[in-house]
């Protein structure tokens, strides 16, 4: 399923999703961020560039554990990384 606020990146990279990620980039001003809310990414536009610049910490009270939380996110972005660069937006990992 994808629209505005609920898309699923997964394997294989299928043409709906790399539709949605080539317009989502489109409509992100440079330097703008976008917060993936049920992971904790956040990444920011530069150029021609989607870089991700945080990662949401790790809190007691959430239903998973540290681990389970940093490979969870760490899914996530390989999953964004290669949607979005099937249409040609390079993506990086520049956190901690």
Do not use: C
């Given at each position: 399923?994808?629209?505005?606020?609920?898309?699923?990146?997964?394997?294989?990279?299928?043409?709906?999703?790399?539709?949605?990620?080539?317009?989502?980039?489109?409509?992100?001003?440079?330097?703008?961020?976008?917060?993936?809310?049920?992971?904790?990414?956040?990444?920011?536009r530069r150029g021609r560039t989607l870089v991700l610049t945080a990662r949401m910490p790790h809190?007691?009270?959430?239903?998973?554990?540290?681990e389970q939380l940093d490979v969870q996110q760490k899914r996530e972005y390989a999953n964004i990384?290669?949607?979005?660069?099937?249409?040609?937006?390079?993506?990086?990992?520049?956190?901690?």
């Amino acid at each position: 399923m994808t629209d505005e606020f609920h898309v699923i990146f997964d394997d294989p990279v299928e043409d709906a999703m790399t539709d949605w990620s080539r317009d989502h980039f489109a409509r992100m001003k440079d330097g703008g961020t976008w917060a993936v809310k049920r992971s904790g990414l956040i990444f920011q536009r530069r150029g021609r560039t989607l870089v991700l610049t945080a990662r949401m910490p790790h809190d007691p009270n959430m239903p998973i554990n540290a681990e389970q939380l940093d490979v969870q996110q760490k899914r996530e972005y390989a999953n964004i990384k290669r949607h979005f660069e099937a249409v040609g937006i390079t993506v990086i990992w520049s956190t901690q």
